[in-house]
Nanobody
Framework: HVQLVESGGGLVQAGGSLRLSCAAS????????MGWLRQAPGKEREFVAG????????KYTDSVKGRFTVSRDNAKNTVYLQMNSLKPEDTAVYYC??????????????????WGQGTQVTVSS
């Protein structure tokens, strides 16, 4: 069982930055593709960004391209989401998730096997 713990959320003004972190409990962390997904009130959970096992590939939803960067440090069992130029529409609970089966990055939430508890990101206008 993989435990994922997110941190780094908070309240920020539009145009500001936040860095989310997600620490995994398993030493086999480097075997998992990792994703960041978010859910705003009244909306479905959506894919934000993901990174493959070996960092060979990353993927972003169109609305965050050029503003968000996903990275991972396999030595620290941690994945990051650097969020710049934040907008009010980025407000949501952000979840990190582990995909134990895919070689690349998948965008469907059902493909992820383990989830963190979520961290709130609120962007004020």
């Amino acid at each position: 069982h993989v435990q994922l713990v997110e941190s780094g959320g908070g309240l920020v003004q539009a145009g500001g930055s936040l860095r989310l972190s997600c620490a995994a409990s398993e030493r086999s962390f480097s075997s998992y593709a990792m994703g960041w997904l978010r859910q705003a009130p009244g909306k479905e959970r959506e894919f934000v960004a993901g990174i493959s096992r070996s960092c060979a590939s990353t993927k972003y939803t169109d609305s965050v391209k050029g503003r968000f960067t996903v990275s991972r440090d396999n030595a620290k069992n941690t994945v990051y989401l650097q969020m710049n130029s934040l907008k009010p529409e980025d407000t949501a609970v952000y979840y990190c998730a582990a995909d134990l089966r895919s070689l690349g990055v998948v965008t469907g939430s059902r493909s992820y096997d383990y989830w963190g508890q979520g961290t709130q990101v609120t962007v004020s206008s």
